[in-house]
């Protein structure tokens, strides 16, 4: 899972010099997602946080509209939004009414295998016993409809990208999964290799609350290699650690 690109530390002079005496140069002409830790050491006259925010590449629009579009070749890269929204109603058609029959005999009309699927899409992570997502995000957003973004959003975004880390790159293959307890603990995406374990806290903005903490907390002392990142959203874009195995950045930081 990468979360940086390039990576420079303002506890080194040179760069912390840099940094205070021309912050738009420090941060132009970096690979993004751009590192920068000890952040604090910077004055805050340079205004190092408001240059990083504009110099990113990363958006909050670009997420979106993955969760908008999704995946599929076929319907993802139509400009038109009434285009997509009939292509994927035919989508869902031929997996209900057709591709469904191969698998499974049943008697469930098309309508109401479509309301099953509509009222499943927004519990996506949600569910008590069992954690789903769906496969193609685009498909999930059209059953949706229109709705404020959420939390929700955040974490099927966020399960849709960074699973192709595990799934698709031999070499960091592991697993993904829910972490909850009876104490209501709950850490709803876990990426776990051989070598690292990240949990993934998705939050409405950057003030963390007491149970994102407690969750984490009780993550932490569960696995003792792991580290927690809490992904918010809100109009602020900057990162900042707990301790040295939390971290909390803009969600759109992790795409």
């Not at 070499?171 to 709950?186: C, L, P």
Request: glycine residues 6%; neutral net charge.
């Amino acid at each position: 899972m990468i979360l940086a690109r390039e990576y420079a530390t303002l506890d080194v002079p040179r760069e912390l010099e840099f940094a205070t005496n021309n912050p738009s140069l420090f941060i132009e002409n970096r690979a993004h997602p751009f590192g920068i830790d000890e952040a604090q050491l910077c004055p805050p006259s340079a205004k190092l946080d408001k240059f990083a925010e504009r110099s990113s590449m990363a958006k909050p629009s670009s997420f979106e509209s993955y969760l908008a579009r999704g995946g599929l070749p076929g319907i993802c890269f139509f400009r038109e939004a009434q285009v997509r929204r009939d292509r994927f109603e035919a989508h869902l058609d031929t997996l209900l009414l057709r591709d469904l029959q191969l698998v499974l005999q049943t008697t469930t009309t098309g309508t109401q295998l479509k309301n099953l699927v509509r009222f499943l899409v927004p519990n996506e992570g949600t569910v008590a016993k069992a954690a789903y997502v769906f496969e193609d995000q685009g498909v999930a957003s059209f059953c949706m409809r229109s709705k404020p973004f959420e939390t929700t959003d955040i974490f099927r975004g966020l399960y849709a990208n960074l699973r192709q880390e595990l799934i698709y790159v031999r070499e960091s293959r592991g697993d993904i999964f829910t972490y909850k307890t009876h104490d209501g603990a709950w850490v709803p995406l876990v990426f776990k290799t051989s070598a690292w374990t990240v949990g993934v806290i998705p939050l409405d903005d950057d003030q963390i609350p007491r149970k994102a903490v407690e969750s984490a907390r009780s993550f932490l002392s569960h696995y003792t290699d792991a580290k927690v990142i809490y992904a918010y959203a809100g109009k602020t874009a900057y990162a900042k650690t707990g301790d040295f195995r939390t971290l909390a950045i803009p969600y759109w930081w992790l795409v």
